[in-house]
T-cell receptor
Framework: GAVVSQHPSWVICKSGTSVKIECRSLDFQATTMFWYRQFPKQSLMLMAT?????????EQGVEKDKFLINHASLTLSTLTVTSAHPEDSSFYIC??????????????FGSGTRLTVV | AQKVTQAQTEISVVEKEDVTLDCVYETRDTTYYLFWYKQPPSGELVFLIR??????QNEISGRYSWNFQKSTSSFNFTITASQVVDSAVYFC?????????????FGTGTRLTIIP
């Protein structure tokens, strides 16, 4: 079935540094990638949607200069948290969507990245 | 705009009891999809089911069953004979089907604890 590999699974970084999170679709072409953020005991909130080769579309209230999304190929999308601060500490999870018919009906989630900024 | 409401924040039941998780949704589209996901403590999302808006048949998969009622905009999830391994956060989600706006909107989740 469709698999999305997300790395790292957890990361601790110092305030002011940048962190890159990768999501790779292993056995299908991810034409669209969704990035979510989940604070403790809260729901998944969509941050942005990216289509391969185009600029990401950010949800209202999400700073595009802080959360840089690159979707340069059909199998890889990255989220870079720039100049991270403690309030950016959260669980980040990606979801890849290819054509219909894949497992999970087109939405395959990565295993998530727990970011802690100290 | 689409919206998903899971009014039950937390539920605790004793093992082997049945439990129903409620989900109510709002959408202006006539074609849409509804999902349920399970999120265990490890964090990954486990896909449970997808239902399209034209298929109101109830579905059963082992101890899991789903009741979709368009008249009340509800898509409830029942676990029969609950087990400790069912303890997790469960999310209901909605996506509209038209190209270019297929993002998933999640409910706030229901934390289910099964007491041994």
């Amino acid at each position: 079935g469709a698999v999305v590999s997300q790395h790292p699974s957890w990361v601790i970084c110092k305030s002011g540094t940048s962190v890159k999170i990768e999501c790779r679709s292993l056995d299908f072409q991810a034409t669209t990638m969704f990035w979510y953020r989940q604070f403790p005991k809260q729901s998944l909130m969509l941050m942005a949607t990216s289509n391969e080769g185009s600029k990401a579309t950010y949800e209202q209230g999400v700073e595009k200069d802080k959360f840089l999304i690159n979707h340069a190929s059909l199998t890889l999308s990255t989220l870079t948290v720039t100049s991270a601060h403690p309030e950016d500490s959260s669980f980040y999870i990606c979801s890849a969507r290819g054509s219909l018919g894949e497992a999970n009906y087109g939405y395959t989630f990565g295993s998530g990245t727990r970011l802690t900024v100290v | 705009a689409q919206k998903v409401t899971q009014a039950q924040t937390e539920i605790s039941v004793v093992e082997k009891e049945d439990v129903t998780l409620d989900c109510v949704y709002e959408t202006r589209d006539t074609t849409y999809y509804l999902f349920w996901y399970k999120q265990p403590p490890s964090g990954e999302l486990v896909f449970l089911i997808r239902r399209n808006s034209f298929d109101e048949q109830n579905e059963i998969s082992g101890r899991y069953s789903w009741n979709f009622q368009k008249s009340t905009s509800s898509f409830n999830f029942t676990i029969t004979a609950s087990q400790v391994v069912d303890s997790a956060v469960y999310f209901c989600a909605l996506s509209e089907a038209h190209f270019g706006n297929e993002k998933l909107t999640f409910g706030t989740g229901t934390r289910l604890t099964i007491i041994p």
